[in-house]
């Protein structure tokens, strides 16, 4: 008689992706903090990805980031940042009457047309989040984003802010992590332009707030100390090792 | 841009902090610094170091430049920028006469030089350009450039005797007309392209193009080491025009970076002053009377901003006394009313445009360091998105089911939504899932043995793109045969109410890279006495297979028959330094056998 002693290996539960694991564990703690999940397509048109976001036409702050356009569709690009995401849920937010104090978060692919290298790929995942309220403060965004860093790295983390530019933010900064004695660049972040407000139907006047959006592979790769973030997307299972 | 700081050193009568302080203050207050680095090209006492400094759009306007960089370390290091005198000469009257025909030229300051000496550049010069990677001309020429960036104006010499007569117009250009640049490219004119041209009427160079505005010379004025007299143009251009002919022609200089940025038409002047000084310096000459068309005076901007409004932004409480020292620094006229300042800003900064502007000024002044990290009190209600929710679903439910999640690119080689002008050779967004995944599926197929897997089950959720809409799809194999669903109908037994209960994850997972070196797999069979759990021989296999076995030898099949149980346990070798020979293997192999042999209650299948 034969009698299976050792565990049938493919009842075990699969392996989830690394950039799942930090794309739930980050959503996880925003929930926590009150912000809303939100979503946006990948393939955006340009009042969403950019004149929306106060990023002008024939301007050189179009250039800062390298875009992928559609062929035989004017108007179409793969999104350059989750900030589209913004952009749609404020207008629906302001087209159904409702007032601030809103916050959302939203975690989703981004579009670079660049030469990829170790840490640079033409696909990459952006955290993106905006909190918008009378008296949201950029004290409040460093708040926050020091909040999300000490739950996702550890309390021994710090953060510092450098002077930088978007157009969709005034004042715009560039964040470093310090982490194990390091600092590492980690994204952008700002307080939301006044302009932005007003082109989501949002009176600036009255209500402001902050948005944030760094990417998620370089957390994930300083979380589990990975050599090269390629990897990734080669549908390879020994990179889904936890 | 590239920055000298002996350069900058010119601008202060106080010795600058050194290189590296210098560098830490600029990235923390104003710009990301690039690199720095340290110049012995001219022997160690003219020592120069080079900052690559970011500078973006928004400070390009007053930024692109040694003077731009000087104010800041002034605002930063509270230094005091020298005094600059100008007009160290007496001009003659003028016959130049210069036409603006077309509203994309804001400003044109012309002024002829006569009897100049145009020759090599002297040694503090050539080494000024050659510190920030330019190339030396001739005196005249490179007086124009070293302007250019210290000043952030670009401007242009013709050789006035190349002319016509003593006329320049800016017009729109013509179907048919042509120009040949100074570095010898032919380029075909139109009428969206802005020129300068001679403005003579009845000669045979009458109406000739001589620039291209803002981007470029043209080799019909060009000064060289013949030229007697010149024409100095300072000018301003629009600087969406000067950015969109600059991309159709393919030319991008030092000039359009800067027009196209816009900058105030203001500059021209100091711009004007200097470049007329230098030349004088540098080559003499007879110096006339400038000729200034500008026709509509740019006008200063004047914004109120109180304190409350910049403490409120910034979740500070700033008090008057130390935000009026941020506008005195910044050298910004202001004036007090109440707690409500009224600012006039300078006419170079062009980004500032409104209150929210002026706060950015003072937090970067004052420095980010300042602000403290306040969690916000507000509550809120938490909604779960939809689509997030049902992808968090699908991959629980698959992971619980035994599969492994894998992510595959979203560019292919074939689909029916195409990218412009990719750096890739993959130009199509995937339509489907289902071939990435099989793709995956045969990779992770070959390293089943890597994987202690005894199949290979996986999936992918992902945007797919379709002709007119993107969807997202769910993809998993049965065996070989992958089968791709959309996430919506994936998701049709989910309850109404998700939860986003987590995983339990190890935080302190370290990643393991794996060796880019084939692997080399062998299984053991071997039959032992039923109560044996098989550790022991686990041990043995460990031991014996030397450190190239790239993991823990494991059971991928056991069964008990008559007492005896079977444990079939496979060992993966593998390096990270080479490719792993059949023959070595063996050597490992055949040890192993002979240890198993020697234990009696073990026998070998």
Same mark, same amino acid.
């Given at each position: 008689?034969?009698?299976?002693?050792?565990?049938?290996?493919?009842?075990?539960?699969?392996?989830?992706?690394?950039?799942?694991?930090?794309?739930?564990?980050?959503?996880?703690?925003?929930?926590?903090?009150?912000?809303?999940?939100?979503?946006?397509?990948?393939?955006?048109?340009?009042?969403?990805?950019?004149?929306?976001?106060?990023?002008?036409?024939?301007?050189?702050?179009?250039?800062?980031?390298?875009?992928?356009?559609?062929?035989?569709?004017?108007?179409?690009?793969?999104?350059?940042?989750?900030?589209?995401?913004?952009?749609?849920?404020?207008?629906?937010?302001?087209?159904?009457?409702?007032?601030?104090?809103?916050?959302?978060?939203?975690?989703?692919?981004?579009?670079?047309?660049?030469?990829?290298?170790?840490?640079?790929?033409?696909?990459?995942?952006?955290?993106?989040?905006?909190?918008?309220?009378?008296?949201?403060?950029?004290?409040?965004?460093?708040?926050?984003?020091?909040?999300?860093?000490?739950?996702?790295? @550890?309390? !021994?983390? $710090?953060?510092?802010?450098?002077?930088? +530019?978007? =157009?969709?933010? %005034?004042?715009?900064?560039?964040?470093?992590?310090?982490?194990?004695?390091?600092?590492?660049?980690?994204?952008?972040?700002?307080?939301?332009?006044?302009?932005?407000?007003?082109?989501? @139907?949002? !009176?600036? $006047?009255?209500?402001?707030?902050?948005? +944030?959006? =760094?990417?998620? %592979?370089?957390?994930?790769?300083?979380?589990?100390?990975?050599?090269?973030?390629?990897?990734?997307?080669?549908?390879?299972?020994?990179?889904?090792?936890? | 841009?590239?920055?000298?700081?002996?350069?900058?050193?010119?601008?202060?009568?106080?010795?600058?902090?050194?290189?590296?302080?210098?560098?830490?203050?600029?990235?923390?207050?104003?710009?990301?610094?690039?690199?720095?680095?340290?110049?012995?090209?001219?022997?160690?006492?003219?020592?120069?170091?080079?900052?690559?400094?970011?500078?973006?759009?928004?400070?390009?306007?007053?930024?692109?430049?040694?003077?731009?960089?000087?104010?800041?370390?002034?605002?930063?290091?509270?230094?005091?920028?020298?005094?600059?005198?100008?007009?160290?000469?007496?001009?003659?009257?003028?016959?130049?006469?210069?036409?603006?025909?077309?509203?994309?030229?804001?400003?044109?300051?012309?002024?002829?030089?006569?009897?100049?000496?145009?020759?090599?550049?002297?040694?503090?010069?050539?080494?000024?350009?050659?510190?920030?990677?330019?190339?030396?001309?001739?005196?005249?020429?490179?007086?124009?450039?070293?302007?250019?960036?210290?000043?952030?104006?670009?401007?242009?010499?013709?050789?006035?005797?190349?002319?016509?007569?003593?006329?320049?117009?800016?017009?729109?250009?013509?179907?048919?007309?042509?120009?040949?640049?100074?570095?010898?490219?032919?380029?075909?004119?139109?009428?969206?392209?802005?020129?300068?041209?001679?403005?003579?009427?009845?000669?045979?160079?009458?109406?000739?193009?001589?620039?291209?505005?803002?981007?470029?010379?043209?080799?019909?004025?060009?000064?060289?080491?013949?030229?007697?007299?010149?024409?100095?143009?300072?000018?301003?251009?629009?600087?969406?025009?000067?950015?969109?002919?600059?991309?159709?022609?393919?030319?991008?200089?030092?000039?359009?970076?800067?027009?196209?940025?816009?900058?105030?038409?203001?500059?021209?002047?100091?711009?004007?002053?200097?470049?007329?000084?230098?030349?004088?310096?540098?080559?003499?000459?007879?110096?006339?009377?400038?000729?200034?068309?500008?026709?509509?005076?740019?006008?200063?901007?004047?914004?109120?901003?109180?304190?409350?409004?910049?403490?409120?932004?910034?979740?500070?409480?700033?008090?008057?006394?130390?935000?009026?020292?941020?506008?005195?620094?910044?050298?910004?006229?202001?004036?007090?009313?109440?707690?409500?300042?009224?600012?006039?800003?300078?006419?170079?900064?062009?980004?500032?445009?409104?209150?929210?502007?002026?706060?950015?000024?003072?937090?970067?002044?004052?420095?980010?360091?300042?602000?403290?990290?306040?969690?916000?009190?507000?509550?809120?209600?938490?909604?779960?998105?939809?689509?997030?929710?049902?992808?968090?679903?699908?991959?629980?439910?698959?992971?619980?089911?035994?599969?492994?999640?894998?992510?595959?690119?979203?560019?292919?080689?074939?689909?029916?939504?195409?990218?412009?002008?990719?750096?890739?050779?993959?130009?199509?967004?995937?339509?489907?899932?289902?071939?990435?995944?099989?793709?995956?599926?045969?990779?992770?197929?070959?390293?089943?043995?890597?994987?202690?897997?005894?199949?290979?089950?996986?999936?992918?959720?992902?945007?797919?793109?379709?002709?007119?809409?993107?969807?997202?799809?769910?993809?998993?194999?049965?065996?070989?045969?992958?089968?791709?669903?959309?996430?919506?109908?994936?998701?049709?037994?989910?309850?109404?109410?998700?939860?986003?209960?987590?995983?339990?994850?190890?935080?302190?997972?370290?990643?393991?890279?794996?060796?880019?070196?084939?692997?080399?797999?062998?299984?053991?069979?071997?039959?032992?006495?039923?109560?044996?759990?098989?550790?022991?021989?686990?041990?043995?296999?460990?031991?014996?297979?030397?450190?190239?076995?790239?993991?823990?030898?494991?059971?991928?099949?056991?069964?008990?028959?008559?007492?005896?149980?079977?444990?079939?346990?496979?060992?993966?070798?593998?390096?990270?330094?080479?490719?792993?020979?059949?023959?070595?293997?063996?050597?490992?192999?055949?040890?192993?056998?002979?240890?198993?042999?020697?234990?009696?209650?073990?026998?070998?299948?």
């Amino acid at each position: 008689m034969e009698n299976k002693t050792q565990k049938d290996l493919s009842t075990v539960a699969g392996r989830e992706h690394p950039l799942s694991m930090v794309i739930n564990n980050a959503v996880k703690i925003f929930i926590d903090l009150g912000f809303e999940v939100a979503t946006g397509p990948e393939l955006e048109d340009v009042w969403h990805n950019f004149d929306a976001l106060n990023v002008p036409k024939d301007h050189p702050a179009r250039d800062m980031q390298d875009t992928f356009y559609i062929k035989g569709e004017d108007g179409k690009v793969l999104r350059t940042h989750t900030s589209n995401v913004q952009i749609r849920y404020m207008e629906e937010f302001a087209k159904l009457g409702k007032k601030p104090p809103f916050a959302v978060i939203s975690v989703g692919k981004c579009f670079r047309n660049e030469a990829t290298d170790a840490t640079h790929e033409m696909q990459f995942y952006q955290i993106e989040g905006l909190m918008i309220g009378e008296d949201i403060s950029m004290a409040n965004l460093k708040g926050v984003l020091s909040h999300f860093y000490k739950k996702m790295l @550890g309390e !021994d983390t $710090n953060l510092r802010f450098r002077p930088s +530019f978007f =157009p969709f933010t %005034e004042p715009s900064i560039e964040f470093d992590l310090k982490y194990k004695g390091r600092w590492i660049e980690m994204g952008g972040a700002g307080m939301v332009h006044p302009k932005v407000l007003e082109n989501c @139907g949002i !009176d600036s $006047n009255k209500y402001q707030g902050f948005a +944030f959006g =760094p990417g998620l %592979e370089r957390l994930m790769v300083i979380k589990y100390i990975m050599p090269d973030i390629r990897p990734a997307y080669h549908g390879d299972l020994r990179f889904s090792q936890f | 841009m590239k920055i000298s700081y002996s350069w900058l050193q010119n601008y202060f009568e106080e010795k600058l902090p050194d290189p590296e302080k210098i560098s830490e203050g600029i990235i923390f207050h104003s710009f990301e610094v690039e690199s720095l680095d340290n110049l012995e090209t001219f022997g160690k006492e003219k020592e120069d170091w080079v900052f690559d400094i970011k500078i973006l759009p928004d400070r390009a306007h007053d930024c692109l430049s040694h003077w731009g960089i000087a104010k800041e370390i002034s605002v930063i290091f509270d230094l005091k920028i020298k005094d600059q005198k100008y007009e160290i000469f007496k001009p003659k009257s003028t016959n130049l006469k210069i036409e603006i025909q077309d509203e994309k030229c804001f400003r044109y300051m012309g002024r002829i030089v006569k009897k100049v000496n145009v020759g090599a550049s002297p040694n503090w010069l050539k080494e000024k350009l050659q510190a920030i990677g330019q190339k030396s001309i001739n005196n005249v020429v490179d007086a124009a450039n070293f302007v250019m960036f210290d000043l952030g104006q670009p401007i242009h010499c013709f050789d006035l005797d190349k002319l016509a007569s003593e006329k320049i117009i800016v017009r729109n250009g013509k179907t048919g007309e042509k120009l040949t640049t100074l570095d010898k490219k032919d380029i075909s004119l139109d009428e969206s392209i802005l020129v300068i041209a001679d403005g003579s009427t009845c000669s045979p160079q009458a109406n000739e193009v001589l620039a291209i505005a803002g981007i470029k010379g043209g080799t019909k004025a060009e000064v060289d080491f013949n030229t007697k007299n010149i024409i100095i143009e300072v000018a301003n251009f629009d600087a969406t025009s000067t950015r969109k002919t600059a991309k159709k022609i393919g030319i991008l200089t030092d000039a359009v970076k800067r027009y196209e940025n816009e900058i105030s038409p203001e500059l021209c002047e100091k711009a004007m002053n200097a470049i007329t000084d230098l030349i004088f310096e540098l080559s003499e000459g007879e110096i006339e009377d400038v000729v200034d068309v500008y026709p509509k005076k740019a006008l200063q901007k004047e914004i109120s901003i109180s304190i409350d409004y910049i403490n409120k932004r910034l979740g500070t409480s700033f008090k008057e006394e130390e935000i009026e020292k941020v506008w005195q620094k910044l050298n910004f006229e202001f004036a007090k009313d109440n707690y409500l300042f009224k600012i006039k800003v300078p006419h170079l900064r062009i980004d500032i445009t409104g209150p929210h502007d002026l706060t950015e000024e003072v937090i970067r002044v004052l420095g980010y360091d300042r602000l403290e990290e306040k969690l916000p009190e507000i509550r809120l209600d938490t909604k779960i998105n939809e689509t997030f929710a049902k992808m968090f679903w699908a991959r629980n439910k698959l992971i619980n089911d035994g599969y492994s999640e894998v992510m595959t690119y979203s560019f292919t080689d074939t689909g029916e939504v195409e990218v412009l002008a990719s750096a890739s050779d993959k130009k199509f967004l995937r339509n489907n899932l289902s071939d990435g995944l099989k793709e995956s599926l045969r990779l992770n197929q070959l390293n089943a043995p890597l994987l202690e897997m005894n199949e290979i089950k996986i999936f992918e959720i992902g945007t797919v793109f379709l002709m007119g809409k993107e969807e997202i799809h769910v993809a998993y194999n049965d065996k070989k045969n992958i089968i791709e669903v959309s996430l919506n109908d994936f998701c049709k037994d989910m309850s109404s109410e998700p939860s986003l209960e987590l995983r339990n994850y190890n935080l302190e997972t370290k990643f393991i890279p794996w060796s880019i070196y084939p692997f080399i797999s062998r299984d053991v069979s071997v039959w032992v006495p039923e109560k044996d759990n098989g550790e022991e021989l686990k041990k043995l296999l460990k031991e014996e297979a030397t450190d190239l076995l790239i993991r823990d030898p494991y059971i991928f099949d056991s069964f008990t028959k008559n007492g005896k149980t079977s444990y079939a346990f496979r060992l993966v070798f593998q390096s990270y330094e080479r490719t792993l020979t059949d023959d070595e293997i063996n050597i490992i192999m055949a040890k192993i056998s002979h240890k198993i042999k020697q234990n009696s209650r073990w026998e070998l299948r």
